[in-house]
């Protein structure tokens, strides 16, 4: 992708639907060319038009009966292992989003923490935090880091002398 926002609603002029269609389409079938030919993996494709004409079908008429007889031919679990409706596909990105959203939630705190104690670390006169939840932090942050927090006391140190 080219990183364009793409607008998804029905192209009002038909002539540009038309000619949108048909690129997407042979990017779509140039895609799936690549996808069996580098991965050795089975595909097809079947194309249902606007106008009403006959589907397109990739790479033909009879591979896609074998591809699809093949598929019919699994298990009813295997057949529905990767298949997701909306609302599963919804349920589950909502789910991975919300882990990504924690994990980044602990990221930031960990750098505020970080920030607040090299804050401390590097004033003059030394500002210890004044409420419990500031102390309960700065306690868990000399837990889980405590080379960090001893290699910047000593470089505080250095700069002091140095003055």
Same mark, same amino acid.
């Given at each position: 992708m080219d990183g364009k926002e793409v607008k998804h609603g029905l192209i009002s002029d038909e002539s540009a639907r038309?000619?949108?269609f048909e690129e997407k389409k042979a990017d779509l079938l140039r895609e799936l060319e690549e996808l069996t030919t580098?991965?050795?993996?089975?595909? &097809?494709?079947?194309?249902? *038009?606007?106008?009403?004409s006959s589907p397109d079908v990739w790479p033909s008429h009879s591979?896609?009966?074998?591809?699809?007889?093949q598929f019919r031919n699994l298990p009813p679990e295997e057949q529905c292992e990767y298949m997701l409706d909306q609302e599963s596909f919804?349920?589950?990105?909502?789910?991975?989003?919300?882990?990504?959203?924690?994990?980044?939630?602990?990221?930031n705190k960990m750098i505020e923490q970080q920030l607040f104690l090299a804050? &401390?670390?590097?004033?003059? *006169?030394?500002?210890?935090?004044n409420s419990l939840k500031n102390m309960n932090d700065m306690s868990d942050l000399l837990k889980e880091?405590?080379?960090?927090?001893?290699?910047?006391?000593?470089?505080a140190k250095d700069e002091n002398e140095e003055e």
């Open positions: 038309k000619a949108t580098l991965y050795g993996v089975t595909g &097809c494709a079947i194309i249902f *038009n606007a106008d009403g591979e896609a009966l074998s591809v699809l007889e919804l349920v589950r990105d909502i789910s991975w989003l919300s882990d990504k959203l924690e994990k980044e939630k602990k990221k804050k &401390c670390i590097t004033a003059k *006169n030394m500002h210890f935090p880091n405590p080379g960090s927090i001893t290699d910047k006391i000593d470089q």
